[in-house]
């Protein structure tokens, strides 16, 4: 909605050096481009601002926006493209399409269910995995590839931004790598985590999913329901009020993910306790200039066509399993003017697609230890070992090696023996970073990787304490029962991290999704209804003649039982308002004694003291985060 | 999470295949049993609720009589280990605290087998170390299986481990007819074997079918 310059992430620009780019290609290492995707139906709808065709015929270099997209997508091993146009469009779209070569078709519908009702169609025959998406998308080969090529991803989507939201991308709600909810021109979501930058890509096992979610959603797009007009409008005001207020320098920041308020498709509706629908100022108090206006207007005239949006909420509101691939710092923009796609080309080329997906590569979810004092080297390890060609399993299988080197050394129970385990121990939890990124970084994804990764992780870790336990008894200070304690306390947690996610994902599994006639989502009729009872319990008070701030929270007489649930989702709330703290949410990442941190108090003990005390701060470490994160475990199940 | 774990979890797997809850929970025949045997009411309870008293017996147990606990009490704490967390495999996976059951299993698995290694005396301790670590493997392959394969180890494997509950009863008798280093040393070699033979295989398996997918998509792609 604001300026498209605005839509890109401020980032500073290193010298210009495109992977795909003729300098570049030397020096990219190997990735892998296997065919993940089998067709691409391509959504040439949009119209674009100046009039005359659509967005996705702008012109682009020699050729156009679609025929750049439709590039990339061949160059992933896409085989076939089907664009869906408009009928007055057709011919110029199909003399493109000759112009892209290859398997493209064409197909023309006069709405966007007959849009949907072609999506159907397409994805009911054929086999192998099926990506939607817009025509007039500009972005990196890479960050398609990232969703496209990830065998890890079967049905899911590129996702964008953090808090903030994205003119032309509508907001998402994802929880444990998963959508739950997701908002369309007609949808609303509760509480949004992310932006939907258009790309849905549908793995083979969806694709009948797919296909009932078009077809139901074209039905009702037909004649559209009181609610979904309603939501429309409501959007409309919205999107205006996000304009005006950045025309006023009050505007949200797109600048870096942090920022806490609600961008303008967080919902103002969205914010459990913050305004709703009928707090946004009326239209009229709203003055914009002519180029905004004319922004406004080209927004609120692509959204009935927004069908990747509604197909997306259609997949989630019938129970599909959808993930997310993040854009990460990569370049983004759906460029419906000529203007945004000359600001598109100047960002675009101007980013060093090698250093973003490097810094992607590292895990974001990652410890203090790992982040600080592994990730910035092991990261350059990654990209040497990617130029020499070698695999993630090979780094693993190298890392494992060094593992039982340390233990070896360890169990030796003499001084040098421990500092010399000490510092291979390092070394292995470093080439245990490196695989990952390796991997992150080139794509090469395998089931077995992961597998062989996790297991030879707790293979070192193991084989590290039978190594100073062999040790200690050499030295003459048997240690077992504290090696036992040590290895089970370990097992233990890492069994109650794996419950409590499976856990969480049977939770997400069993909420049922509304049918997708409904605007809200179900958490957002929840707080819908929360308001309402507030609203009727102030008017009630107000009808008494008292104040309504001396209500009590609730509408019914507190029971206990609602005064300590309420205490105790205080408390919860409070627990995550100090994340905002960039100390005290690695301080309680480091209390949690992640793998970095158990590696790192390993060496230093053995180096610096004996195995005896190595388990015992274990031990003690452990059992302090064991109940630590029990604790918070139990609080969030019980209140939720 | 990987998409072959959510397979797995998912509405249509739920049915066929036992939750992800239960595999993690790695009970055998007499858990299992136990498991049926509770009455109807009981077993809509959370599991968390028959699994934390067995467990909690068995903590008391070592709190007060440690490695000194004579035999016949040691026993009767196992019984009740057993009988309890055992139990706890026909109640609810479904409820809020679901998600607590499976890492008190182990704890009371693994507090157990090391326990009794302590009742035969130090010298037992690096056997008990020993079979935790194969044990380890296989119930971090357990996870790790069901989420990068979507699969769970051959039934046989599953048979020949016994269960938590079974490998408690054995370890015990191992006490008891006096072969206990030895006879841990031996398990644990034996269940390393399998163990991590089977997963061997399994991925020759599961990457040999890959290969051929992938071999028929380069020869579509060359037409």
């Known amino acids: 909605v604001t300026s498209e310059v605005r839509q890109t992430q401020t980032q500073t620009v290193d010298p210009p050096r495109a992977l795909t780019g003729a300098t570049g290609v030397a020096a990219a290492p190997r990735r892998r481009t296997a065919a993940p995707v089998a067709a691409a139906v391509v959504l040439a709808t949009a119209p674009a601002r100046d009039g005359g065709g659509p967005a996705a015929l702008l012109p682009w270099e020699d050729g ?156 009702v797009t037909r004649e559209l329901p009181p609610a979904w007009r309603d939501e429309l409008d409501r959007k409309a005001r919205m999107w205006r009020y996000a304009l005006y207020r950045a025309a006023h320098g009050e505007q949200y920041s797109d600048a870096d993910g942090d920022a806490d308020g609600p961008g303008p498709e967080a919902d103002a509706l969205g914010e459990d306790d913050g305004g709703e629908a009928d707090a946004l100022p009326a239209s009229g108090a709203l003055e914009l200039s002519d180029e905004d206006e004319a922004r406004l207007r080209e927004r609120t005239a692509a959204a009935p066509d927004d069908a990747v949006a509604m197909l997306l909420v259609g997949m989630i509101r019938s129970g599909a399993h959808v993930s997310l691939s993040h854009l990460r710092a990569l370049y983004w923009a759906r460029t419906l003017s000529a203007g945004a796609v000359d600001s598109a080309r100047h960002e675009i080329t101007g980013y060093d697609e090698d250093r973003v997906l490097l810094d992607s590569a590292v895990k974001a979810s990652d410890g203090f230890f790992t982040t600080f004092f592994v990730s910035p080297y092991s990261r350059y390890l990654a990209r040497w070992a990617a130029r020499r060609g070698f695999t993630p399993n090979q780094v693993t299988t190298v890392s494992v090696l060094i593992g039982v080197l340390a233990a070896a050394a360890f169990a030796t129970g003499e001084r040098w023996g421990l500092i010399a385990g000490a510092v291979l121990l390092q070394a292995a939890f470093t080439t245990d970073c490196v695989d990952g990124q390796l991997a992150r970084y080139t794509r090469q994804f395998s089931k077995l990787g992961a597998w062989l990764d996790s297991v030879f992780d707790r293979t070192k870790e193991y084989a590290a304490f039978a190594g100073l336990a062999i040790g200690a008894s050499r030295a003459g200070d048997p240690v077992w029962l504290l090696a036992c304690s040590a290895l089970a306390l370990q097992s233990v947690r890492h069994m109650a991290d794996f419950s409590y996610g499976a856990g969480q994902q049977q939770v997400i599994g069993a909420t049922g999704q509304p049918p997708v006639e409904q605007s809200g989502d179900t958490w957002s009729v929840a707080a819908d209804a929360r308001r309402a009872a507030r609203r009727a319990e102030i008017e ?101 | 999470v990987s998409a072959a774990a959510a397979t797995a979890t998912g509405p249509h797997a739920a049915t066929e295949r036992p939750s992800t809850l239960a595999v993690y929970r790695d009970d055998g025949p007499l858990a299992r049993a136990l498991g049926r045997a509770l ?185």
Request: net charge positive.
């Open chain 1, 64 to 219: 156009t926006v679609l025929s750049r997209l439709l590039g990339q997508l061949s160059g992933l091993g896409v085989r076939e493209a089907h664009v869906l146009t408009r009928p007055a469009w057709r011919g110029a779209v199909e003399a493109e399409a000759e112009r892209a070569g290859g398997a493209v078709r064409v197909h023309a519908a006069g709405a966007v269910d007959g849009d949907l009702r072609r999506i159907a169609e397409l994805s009911a025959q054929g086999g192998g995995a099926l990506v939607v998406l817009y025509g007039d998308i500009v972005t990196h080969r890479e960050a398609l590839a990232g969703l496209l090529a990830d065998p890890r991803i079967a049905t899911g989507i590129l996702a964008g931004g953090g808090a903030t939201a994205r003119p032309f991308a509508f907001r998402v709600r994802g929880r444990r790598g998963r959508l739950v909810s997701a908002a369309s021109p007609y949808h609303a979501v509760f509480r949004p985590t992310a932006s939907f930058l258009g790309v849905l890509k549908v793995g083979p096992g969806d694709r009948a999913a797919l296909a009932d979610a078009a077809e139901r959603v074209a039905a």
């Open chain 1, 540 to 640: 009630a008070a107000a009808a008494a003649g008292r104040a309504p701030a001396e209500l009590p929270e609730t509408a019914a007489p507190a029971a206990p039982g609602d005064r300590v649930h309420g205490l105790l989702r205080g408390v919860l709330s409070a627990w995550h308002v100090v994340d905002r703290l960039g100390a005290v949410r690695w301080l309680k990442k480091m209390i949690a004694f992640p793998i970095g941190e158990r590696f790192a108090a390993i060496s230093l003990t053995a180096a610096l003291f004996t195995p005896r005390v190595t388990f015992v701060v274990l031990l003690a470490w452990g059992g302090f985060a064991s109940l630590y994160t029990l604790a918070g475990r139990v609080l969030r199940s019980v209140v939720r």
């Open chain 2, 39 to 223: 009455p109807r009411e009981i077993a809509r309870r959370p599991s968390v609720l028959l699994a934390l008293p067995g467990v909690l017996g068995l903590v008391a147990a070592l709190a007060v009589g440690g490695a000194d606990t004579p035999r016949g009490a040691a026993a009767a704490v196992l019984a009740w280990l057993v009988a309890w967390t055992g139990a706890s495999s026909g109640a609810s996976h479904r409820d809020r605290l679901a998600w607590a059951a499976p890492p008190l299993v182990r704890l009371g698995e693994y507090a157990g087998l090391v326990w009794i290694a302590t009742l035969h005396g130090g010298a037992a301790e690096p056997a008990a170390f020993a079979l935790l670590c194969a044990l380890a493997f296989r119930h971090y392959d357990l996870v790790y299986r069901l989420r990068h394969q979507g699969a769970t180890p051959a039934a046989w494997v599953d048979a020949l481990s016994l269960g938590w509950e079974g490998r408690l009863v054995l370890a015990f008798v191992l006490l008891v007819v006096g072969a206990l280093p030895a006879a841990y040393f031996a398990w644990a070699a034996l269940l390393a074997v399998v163990f991590v033979g089977e997963a061997v295989v399994s991925w020759v398996r599961h990457s040999r079918g890959q290969r051929t997918v992938e071999y028929e998509d380069e020869e579509d792609e060359g037409q």
